[in-house]
């Protein structure tokens, strides 16, 4: 491999790297406060994706400021993360908490599957596409090879802002001090008078809202297809395994090195594309059944 190949597989590394980061660290603490694995979450990632694409495609069409469109982006994913992650969670999963995790799971992945057909049924099965924002922001040289600003600098700053963004707000504000009370001990901190319930909403709500900002900043840089969330729930999973379950930080290390070895598996071997994410999952499990940042948890029998 050629230096500049190697840089470019490195530069498309980073970048899917933060879009599968941003889904897989709501995933990761929605299941570290509320001990589900959501097989839906996909599907925000999805209709976030889609919903920002006809926000886009409309802001064009209307010949309104092009610029808008940074800020349709963030309002789609807002909104699917706010209006659909409240319904599910009031709607249906508040019933499910106490069930057994196997029943929790086919839920949700009743769900997934209820929302796969609602995407259809929206937005059809033609390809969305929607490079608007990704027009705007241009190309950079780096080191004599033109990449696409949206995902040099874009993507990875946006990526860089959620984790910080989560961090301050899990150690410095009250919502997320609550949070981290009911993710290490639920028991006691219903005990001590926390509401656990609206704990779990807010965390299912921005672990939506992530995975759909995930996807309306991913809108402008593939086309949109059915089954798009089943290929980023998968990954998503991939990457709470390899960082161990409730770590954020682990979390944007695990996307990083799943991120580059499927760039490299690229460039290199593109028959492995599709395996090294979970080559990858399997070999970090096989030395830390835990995963890398992960912790060996005391169950209570």
Do not use: C
Not at 31 to 38: E, K, Y
Not at 149 to 166: K, R, S
Not at 229 to 237: K, T
């Amino acid at each position: 491999m050629t230096p500049q190949l190697a840089l470019l597989a490195t530069l498309d590394g980073i970048a899917y790297a933060a879009l599968v980061f941003m889904v897989a660290v709501g995933l990761t603490m929605i299941f570290g406060v509320m001990r589900i694995l959501n097989v839906a979450h996909g599907s925000f990632y999805a209709i976030g994706a889609y919903s920002a694409a006809s926000i886009v495609l409309g802001l064009t069409a209307a010949g309104m400021n092009p610029w808008l469109v940074f800020p349709g982006l963030l309002l789609a994913a807002v909104g699917v993360g706010a209006v659909l992650g409240t319904l599910i969670e009031r709607l249906l999963l508040t019933r499910i908490y106490t069930k057994e995790p196997v029943l929790q799971l086919l839920v949700t992945f009743a769900v997934f599957m209820i929302l796969e057909d609602v995407q259809r049924l929206v937005w059809g099965v033609r390809p969305y596409f929607a490079a608007e924002p990704v027009y705007l922001l241009g190309n950079v040289q780096v080191v004599g090879i033109f990449y696409t600003a949206y995902q040099l600098i874009l993507l990875p700053t946006v990526a860089l802002l959620v984790l910080v963004g989560l961090r301050l707000f899990l150690r410095r504000t009250l919502s997320g001090r609550l949070i981290v009370a009911v993710t290490e001990d639920r028991e006691m901190a219903t005990a001590l008078g926390i509401n656990a319930g609206r704990v779990f909403l807010l965390t299912f709500v921005l672990g939506s809202t992530l995975a759909a900002l995930g996807g309306a900043l991913a809108s402008p840089t593939t086309s949109l297809v059915p089954g798009i969330g089943a290929d980023m729930i998968v990954l998503s999973f991939a990457v709470v395994a390899i960082a161990g379950l409730g770590q954020v930080e682990g979390a944007a290390i695990a996307a990083l090195m799943i991120g580059l070895g499927r760039s490299f598996a690229v460039y290199v071997m593109p028959e492995l594309e599709v395996v090294v994410p979970y080559l990858v999952m399997v070999i970090v499990l096989l030395i830390r059944p835990e995963g890398l940042f992960g912790v060996v948890e005391r169950r209570r029998i």
